[in-house]
Nanobody, 120 residues
């Protein structure tokens, strides 16, 4: 069975840091693109950061320079290091594993999320 399990969320003060982890099982982790999404109450889910199987990285403009996505293929785990956190970063954070395939449906799996609250 495929499982993505996020951890590391919690309450942090503005300006603080937090590291989220996404532990994957049931997939060949190294060939999947890994993504972090977030969803705040009343808002659409947005892509925060992505790292491809080849190691290419993209960030949303809102987190660029503050967040760092990484992966450890030996541990089947993706990370999101968050620093200089702002109240507007408050959201549920979700891990996604994507295996894109040319000309056919992709495989996509989601974790259940971990909540991050940035508040003083």
């Amino acid at each position: 069975q495929v499982q993505l399990v996020e951890s590391g969320g919690g309450l942090v003060q503005p300006g603080g840091s937090l590291r989220l982890s996404c532990a994957a099982s049931g997939i060949i982790f190294r060939i999947y693109d890994m993504r972090w999404y977030r969803q705040a109450p009343g808002k659409q889910r947005e892509l925060v950061a992505a790292i491809t199987s080849a190691g290419n990285i993209n960030y949303a403009d809102s987190v660029k320079g503050r967040f760092t996505i990484s992966r450890d293929n030996a541990e089947n785990t993706a990370y999101l290091q968050m620093s200089s956190l702002k109240p507007e970063d408050t959201a549920g954070y979700y891990c996604n594993a994507l295996r894109a395939r040319i000309g056919r449906p992709s495989n996509s799996y989601w974790g259940q999320g971990t909540h991050v609250t940035v508040s003083s």
